[in-house]
Every structure is written in structure tokens, then in C-alpha cells.
């Protein structure tokens, strides 16, 4: 399974993007499991920035709550995230990521699947 990330670009603090992700399996519905977007900026660890998962709370990162928004697209293989507001530490590579725990409080997986990320820069 692969997936493709798009949307990420340029745009001025203040802005807004729409990054979307879609997994190339279109005949498996990956909305049993988790689909979250990460970011990672040169020299730091990578980092959630949200997830949603069937019957759980949507996760956010406290820097960008109120301001983004994580929705699964039309699609059962998709994950958009609406990202409004936007500042100049909002600057990163975001990776859109797919999982599905073997059991609920365990660490394996069926699935644990990464795109190959999407660049975000806000200009101040």
C-alpha cells in the first residue's frame, strides 16, 4: 500500500492548505483503523498533529487546535487536513500515516502505513 500525499505549498501567515492523503488500495477500508498527519521539521523529531480514529475522540496536537481540522475524504482510503490560520512555525514536511492496532492496548500492527510527506512553508 502506498500513500500519496498532495496540497502541501507555499503560503502566506494567515493562509490556508488542504493537504490530502489517499492510499493506493481503493478496495479496503482503511477507516477501521487510525489515519493521522504528522510533521517533522529538519533536526527534530517527528510529531502528531492529528489523527482520527472510529469510535475515538480526534486527536490534536495543542498548537494546532481551533486552527486545523482532520476529516476522512469521500473516499474510504482518504484523510484531508484543513489547515487555517496558518503561521510561520506551522513550517514542516507533513506525512499523512495509516494504522490498525492488532488489539487496542497492544503495539502490534496489521497495518502501519507512511506517505512519503508533503512540504508545508508559511511565509511571515
Known amino acids: 500500500v502506498q500513500l500519496q500525499a498532495s496540497g502541501g505549498g507555499l503560503v502566506q501567515s494567515g493562509g490556508s492548505l488542504v493537504p490530502s492523503c489517499t492510499a493506493s488500495r481503493t478496495d479496503f477500508d482503511f477507516s477501521f483503523g487510525t489515519m493521522a498527519w504528522y510533521r517533522q521539521v529538519t533536526g527534530k523529531e517527528r510529531e502528531l498533529v492529528a489523527a482520527i480514529t472510529s469510535g475515538a475522540p480526534t486527536e490534536y496536537a495543542d498548537s494546532v487546535k481551533d486552527r486545523f481540522t482532520i476529516s476522512r475524504g469521500g473516499a474510504k482510503n482518504t484523510v484531508d487536513l484543513q489547515m487555517n490560520s496558518l503561521k510561520p512555525e506551522d513550517t514542516a514536511v507533513y506525512y499523512c500515516?495509516?494504522?490498525?492496532?492488532?488489539?487496542?492496548?497492544?503495539?502490534?500492527?496489521?497495518?502501519?502505513?507512511w506517505g512519503q510527506g508533503t512540504q508545508v512553508t508559511v511565509s511571515s
Open positions: 500515516n495509516t494504522r490498525l492496532k492488532a488489539t487496542p492496548a497492544g503495539t502490534a500492527y496489521v497495518y502501519n502505513y
